[in-house]
């Protein structure tokens, strides 16, 4: 069995002439040449010598200070350009320290508290350190230190975060406790967690995929030379993003440069795997190796190039959403996994064919005559399971499909509201604090709402302010520029439901004044939480339909089959449905119910986006096979020859993500979780029974209009396939 062969390079010389070169069979017979290999070699270590050196510093221009998420029409992303325009707010960010002692404090205490205000407005405040706050049960007290933020580097808020806790503490009294919380604690506490983990992850991820592969070639040589690979893309992506968010604005955080590495590796390794089980099949066929990975290169473009313009152009439409964070999402990922692509089908095959036949040892494989895949040895339980769906395709799909559908009724448990004690799986500074002023001050003491008023409206919207419920007392700071800064303290804890209830309450009878005062925005760190869940709900309503139409065309223009394309897109959404049923309820076991509404997006684009890729690999190998053996035959001889390659790659990526869990936030523990549990659905469920037993029942019409009735007729055994485009 043979495949339609690339065109020679020039410096290919013993690799036999296509009868019509296209674009792909240029390309694999340039990285597999015989000396042209050397210049893609040399090429991309060019490439990792500059992009490995800007990648260390990827970390430098991470910004995850909440605000600058936020959408630009939102109330608190005004109220944050009015502070920084006319109040002394313009580069600061506040720290609440806390001082408690069980018994009540003493008068040494209270010595020390005065004491530190003193060092601190003179050491590390840029305005006035707040009078201390003595809690009615004389058990706390706590004072308000505005700290610089700029430059935008968050490690230098980070490092007066520590200089504020060192002085502080040094000092303090015997069973005085002292806490660094407010919103400059909160992003100290986020950028410790995510500094350093960048490097953390990638060893973790590479790790992970080193165990799988070795156990999936059972070599102690070919493992390595995918993880190269994968290593110097992911090195490569990380300049490229670092070169876009220090000179062109691309928002990084520490989400998407985390999704970054073990997306790059996961993927990377996926595309390795499809690249070395096509490369080792055209070694049973032909002698020379170079010649074998052209033809698995040629073969397998179509389907690697789908599946990296799918992911990348579904989250290219993240720039659509509302949120900076979004918007920067979409072009990371889109560049990984695009960067990634074109060193699995570039560097990997060269890298391979310099290292020749020994890299499978200790089973090289040889060439075999009449080799046919269908029959070599690994298949025989993927040939089983090819039959026992063959048998009865409609009671297979019906059955999965009711299964998938019983996982998804846990969408029911879902429950979105995380306050920020609950967004770390151990304990910080930030909580224990806010924790201790919730229990001696109202809730809101550490983080009040910020009301900018117009000075002639000031008047009337305090009052209008101190009559909602919810609101504790209001205070007043007047200022240049005609505005008047009010502080509302909330009974509640600023990152509760019930505190985004009162501001929202608040925005309401302000805007229902009169005067001056209708004008008033209202900011804050409760504010910006409303916001950004507000920004989270709009976005999903917009992204998901565009992502669903994105993913539909691309499976269209691929497959050129109106049902199939319908009935992969049916199946992945299914296919998420039921992950989030199943994630949900591992969330109230793990004692992590509650969600970041930002899951729920994160989730949809990453399982749609990567969950059609496996059954994308297993239709095109299909529509290959249909053409030579009929729908039927075609199908399930595609289940077969794709089962073990396209599991082992689905099993990486799933553990790749639940590299996530080392992170110490709830929030990528759930995203590792969840996106895990959906490529082990797709892998095992949707690709392996779902869609092939859909298409089984569904008959020939399944590939209308692409495949006529006869080019799906059987050809004859000797039939070449050279007039077969090859796939994956």
Excluded at 313 to 327: H, P, W
Excluded at 375 to 390: C, E, T, Y
Excluded at 614 to 632: P, Q, S, W
Excluded at 673 to 700: C, H, K, Q
């Amino acid at each position: 069995m043979t495949t339609q062969t690339p065109a020679p390079s020039p410096t290919e010389t013993d690799s036999p002439p296509a009868p019509s070169p296209t674009v792909a069979s240029r390309y694999a017979a340039f990285v597999a040449g015989r000396r042209s290999k050397w210049v893609v070699l040399v090429l991309w270590l060019l490439l990792m010598g500059i992009g490995g050196s800007l990648a260390a510093g990827l970390a430098d221009v991470q910004d995850n200070d909440p605000e600058t998420w936020l959408p630009s029409s939102a109330q608190s992303t005004k109220a944050v350009q009015l502070a920084e325009r006319y109040f002394a707010d313009k580069d600061s960010s506040t720290a609440v320290i806390v001082y408690a002692r069980e018994g009540g404090l003493t008068q040494a205490d209270l010595s020390k508290i005065d004491s530190d205000r003193a060092g601190l407005a003179d050491k590390v405040a840029v305005g006035e350190v707040s009078p201390a706050v003595v809690s009615e049960d004389k058990v706390a007290a706590f004072v308000s230190v505005p700290l610089r933020t700029s430059p935008s580097d968050n490690k230098v808020l980070t490092d007066k975060v520590e200089e504020a806790g060192k002085l502080t503490a040094d000092g303090a009294p015997a069973g005085l406790d002292v806490k660094v919380t407010g919103e400059a604690g909160s992003i100290r506490d986020f950028a410790e967690v995510y500094s350093g983990m960048d490097g953390a992850l990638l060893g973790a991820a590479l790790g992970v995929v080193a165990l799988l592969l070795l156990v999936t070639y059972r070599s102690p040589v070919l493992w390595l030379i995918p993880l190269i690979a994968v290593g110097l893309a992911s090195q490569v992506a990380s300049g490229v993003v670092y070169l876009l968010a220090k000179h062109a604005g691309l928002v990084v955080n520490g989400q998407s440069a985390y999704v970054l590495m073990v997306l790059s590796v996961g993927v990377g390794t996926d595309y390795a795997l499809l690249i070395i089980a096509r490369y080792r099949e055209e070694l049973h066929r032909h002698e020379d190796r170079h010649t074998a990975m052209a033809l698995a290169v040629n073969g397998s473009l179509p389907a690697l190039a789908a599946s990296a313009a799918t992911v990348a152009i579904a989250t290219l439409c993240l720039v659509f959403g509302s949120m900076n964070s979004t918007k920067g999402l979409g072009p990371v990922v889109a560049i990984g996994v695009v960067l990634v692509f074109f060193a699995m089908t570039s560097l990997l095959p060269a890298l391979l064919v310099i290292l020749g036949r020994w890299v499978f040892w200790p089973v090289k494989p040889r060439v075999t005559a009449g080799y046919d895949p269908n029959s070599a040895q690994g298949h025989s339980k993927w040939a089983k399971i090819a039959a026992a769906v063959g048998r009865r395709p409609r009671a297979v799909w019906v059955g999965t499909a009711l299964v998938l559908g019983v996982m998804a009724l846990g969408i029911a448990g879902v429950q979105t509201g995380q306050t920020q004690a609950e967004q770390f799986t151990s304990k910080v500074d930030s909580v224990t604090g806010q924790q201790l002023l919730a229990k001696h001050f109202p809730a809101g003491s550490s983080a009040p709402a910020d009301v900018y008023v117009r000075d002639a409206g000031a008047e009337s919207a305090a009052a209008t302010i101190a009559k909602v419920p919810g609101v504790s007392s209001v205070g007043t700071q007047v200022a240049k520029g005609g505005w008047t800064h009010l502080t509302a303290v909330l009974k509640d804890a600023p990152d509760s439901a019930a505190a985004k209830d009162t501001v929202r309450d608040i925005r309401t009878a302000l805007d229902g004044s009169t005067g001056p005062a209708a004008d008033a925005v209202v900011g804050g760190q409760t504010a910006v939480a409303l916001d950004v869940s507000e920004g989270q709900s709009a976005e999903e309503k917009l992204l998901i339909p565009l992502i669903l139409a994105v993913v539909l065309i691309m499976l269209f223009i691929l497959l050129r089959a109106v049902i199939a394309s319908v009935v992969l897109l049916v199946s992945v959404v299914l296919s998420f449905a039921a992950a989030v049923g199943t994630a949900s309820l591992l969330f109230h076991a793990l004692d992590h119910a509650k969600i970041d509404r930002g899951l729920v997006l994160f989730g949809f684009i990453f399982l749609v986006a990567l969950g059609v890729d496996y059954t994308i690999f297993m239709v095109t190998r299909a529509r290959e096979e249909v053409r030579l053996r009929g729908h039927r035959e075609g199908i399930l001889t595609a289940v077969t020859v794709t089962g073990g390659v396209i599991t082992s790659a689905g099993v990486v990526l799933a553990a790749t993500f639940l590299v996530l869990a080392a992170i110490p936030t709830v929030s990528a523990l759930q995203q590792g979780l969840l996106v895990a549990v959906g490529i082990l659905l797709d892998t095992f469920l949707v690709r392996s029974l779902l869609v092939p037993a859909l298409a089984l029942d569904l008959g020939p019409r399944f590939w209308r209009p692409g495949l006529t009735e006869e080019e799906m007729a059987p050809r004859e055994p000797e039939k070449s396939r050279a007039d077969v485009p090859s796939t994956v």
